[in-house]
């Protein structure tokens, strides 16, 4: 019996930048907790793909209108983005913290953000979080595109916060920016890869099964320590 051969390269969105899941090394290459995972998967499982970093907003727009075929970008798997994508099983437990100036005793709890601005990434789990904080107290929303225009405003004092993925805040502040957490981490943010809801499905399942063989062959662990340290 004839097998199809698979040929297609399949184009991946990421996110710009997002250390330690995806950023650029020192030859522009990108690397990061997503990006080698996704490798191993992809060499596992014999596919081929093309990377799109992009904003993650503009990477959600671009994978439901099918511009690209799959996402991986330290994306949680919420019941709203579920009624546009189809998930991999998670891969990474994460949630949003708030962050502020080192040095800024002024916020220990989250009320301590009433009459406060507070920046966020557009599209992301950190940006709905925020939205609902500011349900609850009068909190200037200030949107961002990105990771880093957002640690610039508060490292400027425009913003007096930022909501970010916490090992990705933890990760920038180890590497010398100076913002602090006051608060413990929210949980409940499992990055999942996505692909588009009833598209692409053999993708995803080659995703599937090369993320099982990486967590049994020790591959994923490996992988995570090369970013993060034996510590987690
Ligand atoms: N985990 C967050 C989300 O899913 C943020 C992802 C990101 O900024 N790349 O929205």
Redesign the pocket.
Known sequence: EEVEENNQTYLIAT?VT?AP?EFQNAYGEYVGIDMDLLAAIAEDQGFEYELRPMN?SAGLQALETNQVDGMM????I?PEREESFDFSDPYFE?G?VLAVRAGNDEIQEYSDLDGKTLAV?V??????FAGELASEYDIEINQFED?ASMYEDVLANHSDAAI??YP?MAYAIQQGLELDFPLEPESG?S?GFAVNQGENQELLEMFNAGLANMIADGIYDEIVERYLGDST
């Open positions: 996110d997002f899941f993650f970008a330290g994306m949680g919420t994460s949003p990434k599209g992301t789990t950190g940006a709905e990771s970010e993925d990705v943010d990055y």
